[in-house]
């Protein structure tokens, strides 16, 4: 026997019967972003290396480990997407999108990194991000953090809460990064050897550490939120009365310093107690010099990306969400003459009735097998033609969803009476 092929490691398939979350996260995301006058935007999965090293920084997890990187045949470094915000502003800079003008963006689809797999963290994983490119703020952070609230309403999901921070200027962040230092240097012995790793890059990244023997270090630490600039200072007041104003629920977390050296300023994540050590559903933040730093224009910006694996978990903590019906018409045939006769009948009331999905029975079985496939196809409705109902020139209408007797229609009105059937099994559910 052949040996099967197995999926690699971390990349999952989505099933079918998973899909009813799936679709209700994006067309809801989908609906909102436009209802915002957000505009979709799509961009290579695959960029040059250099992309991500200048965007997301050389001394991050992700460049530094996590990346799926190759040299092509051209033998030019190649990358995997990590992260959606540096592609997008790469389309913005290359298609000469800039030049003073505003842009509010979202993409969607898959991104990778080669991290440990576990639930809710995979090497192959989905996100929306959604950037606003050429807004000051804050009132434009304060709108995308409001978006956030009103998709977990219209998703129905309550365990998730909402964390903010601010990060200030490069400049205001380089004189903390020293005062980091100089206290982590004094209590070296105490770092792990991740912590060791980071304080010589990426210092601030050693205040995300999971680690529960670090805890009490870092909360010694100095906080970045007592060495603000003025105006970040002034800025981040700003999004916290706005958000008290409009009734959205926050935490300040000072320790909250997001994972890609691009961020400035506003930073927040959407937390949820409800999926274990994989708490964050939602991340994003302003990234104010990230375009100049790609070779573009100054100009600011600010995004989140919200990771639909994750929000599918939640979705679904109550038990799968309902499968979608694949029809609202099934038609049943019996028959040599019927089977073929039905190939052409399915085709005529598609062009009849083109708002209504119509599925017809392929691969023969009897009318108790064809019953159980129109069952499972979700249809409100059968459409039962046989050698002899087509000998009468008239079709059989069952209701599947309701007890209702069956009634019969001439093949030339059929179009007309199931519409009308579709009615009626509508008004009674």
Known sequence: MTE????????????????????????????????????????????????FKRAIGEHTDVVEKEMYTFVDQGGESLTLRPEGTAGVMRALISNGMLRGQRHKLWCAGPMFRHERPQKGRYRQFHQISVEAVGYVGPDVDIELIALCARLWRKLGLQRVRLEINSLGTAEARRAYRERLVEYLNAHHDQLDADSRRRLQGNPLRVLDSKNPEMRALIDGAPLLTEHLDPESHEHFQGVCTALEGLGIPFRVNPRLVRGLDYYSRTVFEWITDALGAQDAVCSGGRYDGLIAQLGGE??????????IERLVALLT??????????????????????SSFGLGLIERLRDELPGRRFELNLGGGNFKAQFRRADRSGAALAVIVGDDELQRGVAALKPL??????????????????ESALAVAAAQT
């Open 317 to 338: 903590q109550g038990g799968p969400c309902a499968a979608p019906s694949t029809a609202d018409v099934y038609i049943v045939v019996s028959g040599p003459r019927a």
């Open 401 to 418: 969803r309701r007890e209702s007797g069956q009634s019969e229609s001439p093949l030339s009105a059929l179009a007309a009476a199931i």
């Open 4 to 51: 099967q092929i197995q999926p690699v490691r971390g990349m999952n398939d989505v099933l079918p019967a998973e899909m009813a979350a799936w679709h209700a996260i994006e067309t809801g995301a989908r609906e909102l972003l436009s209802g915002y006058g957000y505009q979709e935007i799509r961009v290579p999965v695959v960029e040059r290396t250099e992309l």
């Open 298 to 307: 100054s100009t600011p910006g600010i995004g989140f990306a919200m990771g």
